[in-house]
């Protein structure tokens, strides 16, 4: 069963600092999604990462895939308090172009002033 | 993108009864897919929709407990049925836009008393 795991589950941080968010899955797939939830809201789509390698960045955020790791990062450069949110990343669950996604467990950010 | 909505945005219902939520696109999409969040937890796949054909549905999701109708390319609706306190969450639609790219509508929050 494909499991998608994400650590910390819970970030607390200074404004100014950096920190990487860390998506661990557990077999192949060949796109992984990052999602931004804010409290009471739906999601947000941030990143779709597509191929070994993929690099994108928006902002403050950069996400990165490494496909034979299973490996992806999320990472917050001089983080603002506006980046507090609870941010998903996804897989999809049969490794293709199912769009069934299966979501990690969330890491709730808190950027502190 | 998509523009998804989601009614009733949030609902209070009695054990035993059934909830209805409807979700509608401002365009055509193949796939709608149906989510569950329950409180403070990840996102969870309940099934998949498909237009002129059977909802397919996830392990541990069954037709009877959430049928699922896809009448047209721009609408679906889950129903949440014989209703329990463990039905309590959030529910939200999601559309596939592209191969890479899936929206989620605002979500509907259910409570059961």
């Known amino acids: 069963e494909l499991k998608v795991e994400q650590n910390p589950l819970f970030l607390s941080m200074q404004e100014g600092k950096n920190y990487t968010i860390y998506c661990n899955y557990s077999t192949t797939s060949d796109r992984l999604y990052w999602y931004r939830q804010d409290p009471g809201k739906s999601l947000e789509s941030l990143f779709v990462l597509l191929s070994n390698g993929a690099v994108k960045q928006e902002g403050r955020l950069m996400a990165s895939l490494d496909t034979k790791a299973r490996l992806s990062t999320l990472h917050i450069t001089a983080a603002v308090h506006d980046l507090s949110a609870t941010y998903f990343c996804a897989v999809d669950k049969y490794g293709g172009a199912t769009n069934k996604l299966i979501f990690g467990t969330g890491t709730l950010l808190a950027v502190q002033p | 993108s998509a523009v998804i909505s989601q009614k009733p945005s949030r609902d209070i219902c009695q054990r035993g009864t059934s909830l209805t939520i409807q979700c509608q696109v401002d365009?055509?999409?193949?796939?709608m897919f149906w989510y569950r969040q329950q409180p403070g937890q990840s996102l969870t796949l309940i099934a998949t929709a498909n237009q002129g054909s059977e909802a397919t549905y996830e392990s541990g999701f069954v037709i009877d407990k959430f049928p699922i109708s896809r009448p047209n390319l721009t609408f679906s609706t889950l129903t949440v049925s014989n209703l329990s306190p463990e039905d309590s969450s959030i529910y939200l639609c999601?559309?596939?836009?592209?191969?890479?790219?899936?929206?989620f509508g605002p979500g509907t929050r259910l409570t059961v008393t």
């Open positions: 999601s559309v596939d836009v592209s191969p890479y790219e899936q929206y």
């Open positions: 365009s055509q999409v193949t796939m």
